[in-house]
T-cell receptor, first 111, second 115 residues
C-alpha cells in the first residue's frame, strides 16, 4: 500500500517558470510533511517542511501548499533555475510512523 | 563537520558473498535508518533504529540485517546478497523522537552491484 503518492514522475520547466509537484497521502494521522531535494550523486537533503496547522509555508522561492481536507500537499518552485534541477521527494510521518517517501519527481529546468 | 558517512561508496560483489556497509554519524543522533533507492520506486526503508540495541523492520527488510551496538554506528549486513539487492543505499540519522519534526540527514550513498 503506497501511503504517499507523488506526481508527476518527471517534469521539464523553462527557466523562470513555476515548477509544481504534488503529493497525496492516505494516513490522516500524519502530521509532518517534508520535501527533500536530491542532486545526482548525493543523498537527499531537507528542503522545506510543513505541519498541518498551517496551509502554506514559504522559504525563498520554495513554497509548500497544504490542503488537509483533500489530504494533499504540493511544492511550488517559483522562478525555477537550472540549479534547481534535481529529484524531489515528498514524505510524511507522525510520532509513531517513520517517514514514508513518495516515489520522487525528476525536475529538469532548461534555459 | 556534522555528517553521515558510509563505506564503501561503491561495491561490486557476487551472489552469496557476505558484505557489510558501514554507517557512522557524528551528530549524537538517536535515530538511524537505512533506505534503498531504485528507479521508479523512490526511497524505501529497510531497517531503522530508535536507539542503541533497538532496531525494527522497515518496508523491505528481507535479505538484510542490522545492528546498533553503539549510538554512532549502524551497519547494514547482507548475509547472502542476491542480484535483486543491486541498488543505491542510503543511511540517515536524526534526533530523538523518531521522525516527527526532525530533519533526517542522509549519507552520500553506497552503490551496490550484485552479480
Amino acid at each position: 500500500q503506497q501511503q504517499v503518492k507523488q506526481s508527476p514522475q518527471s517534469l521539464i520547466v523553462q527557466k523562470g517558470g513555476i515548477s509544481i509537484i504534488n503529493c497525496a497521502y492516505e494516513n490522516t494521522a500524519f502530521d509532518y510533511f517534508p520535501w527533500y531535494q536530491q542532486f545526482p550523486g548525493k543523498g537527499p537533503a531537507l528542503l522545506i517542511a510543513i505541519r498541518p496547522d498551517v496551509s502554506e509555508k514559504k522559504e525563498g522561492r520554495f513554497t509548500i501548499s497544504f490542503n488537509k481536507s483533500a489530504k494533499q500537499f504540493s511544492l511550488h518552485i517559483m522562478d525555477s533555475q537550472p540549479g534547481d534541477s534535481a529529484t524531489y521527494f515528498c514524505a510524511a510521518s507522525n510520532r509513531n510512523t517513520p517517514l514514508v517517501f513518495g516515489k520522487g519527481t525528476r525536475l529538469s529546468v532548461i534555459a | 563537520e556534522a555528517q553521515v558517512t558510509q563505506n564503501p561508496r561503491y561495491l561490486i560483489t557476487v551472489t552469496g558473498k557476505k558484505l557489510t556497509v558501514t554507517c557512522s554519524q557524528n551528530m549524537n543522533h538517536e535515530y538511524m535508518s537505512w533506505y534503498r533507492q531504485d528507479p521508479g520506486l523512490g526511497l524505501r526503508q529497510i531497517y531503522y533504529s530508535m536507539n542503541v540495541e533497538v532496531t525494527d523492520k522497515g518496508d523491505v527488510p528481507e535479505g538484510y540485517k542490522v545492528s546498533r551496538k553503539e549510538k554512532r554506528n549502524f551497519p547494514l549486513i547482507l548475509e547472502s546478497p542476491s542480484p535483486n539487492q543491486t541498488s543505491l543505499y542510503f543511511c540517515a540519522s536524526s534526533l530523538s523522537e523518531g521522525e516527527r519534526g526532525n530533519e533526517q540527514f542522509f549519507g552520500p550513498g553506497t552503490r551496490l552491484t550484485v552479480l
